[in-house]
């Protein structure tokens, strides 16, 4: 079994950055896989950006240029720094991990979740 956990959402005007951090505990050499995702109210969850342990990262078109994923495996803890923010970034976001053996943003691949944290960004 593999724990995370979100901190370092809040609030902040457009244009301000964010540092996201998750915390990942248990099993974590079984982790191949690490995301974040996102729900803002009224929509459905979406993947924003996720990395492989090799360091391998991807985005959502939405937030590339804007968004950063990183990992620091001696910390076992992953990183989404959102500089740039917008409006339309407000939502709760979500850690996930994943113990297979592929990488992508598709929510389903992730066996593990946080209980998320709210970022809100007022124009």
């Known amino acids: 079994q593999v724990q995370v956990v979100e901190s370092g959402g809040g609030s902040v005007q457009a244009g301000g950055s964010l540092r996201l951090s998750c915390a990942a505990s248990?099993?974590?050499?079984?982790?191949?896989?690490m995301g974040w995702f996102r729900q803002a109210p009224g929509k459905e969850r979406e993947g924003v950006a996720r990395?492989?342990?090799?360091?391998?990262?991807d985005y959502v078109t939405s937030v590339k240029g804007r968004f950063t994923i990183s990992q620091d495996n001696a910390k076992n803890t992953l990183y989404l720094q959102m500089n740039n923010l917008k409006p339309e970034d407000t939502a709760v976001y979500y850690c996930?991990?994943?113990?297979?053996?592929?990488?992508?943003?598709?929510?389903?691949?992730?066996?593990?979740w946080g209980q998320g944290t709210q970022v809100t960004v007022s124009s």
């Open positions: 248990g099993y974590t050499d079984d982790i191949f896989c």
């Open positions: 990395i492989s342990r090799s360091g391998v990262a």
């Open positions: 996930a991990a994943s113990s297979g053996g592929i990488c992508t943003i598709a929510e389903t691949i992730f066996d593990y």
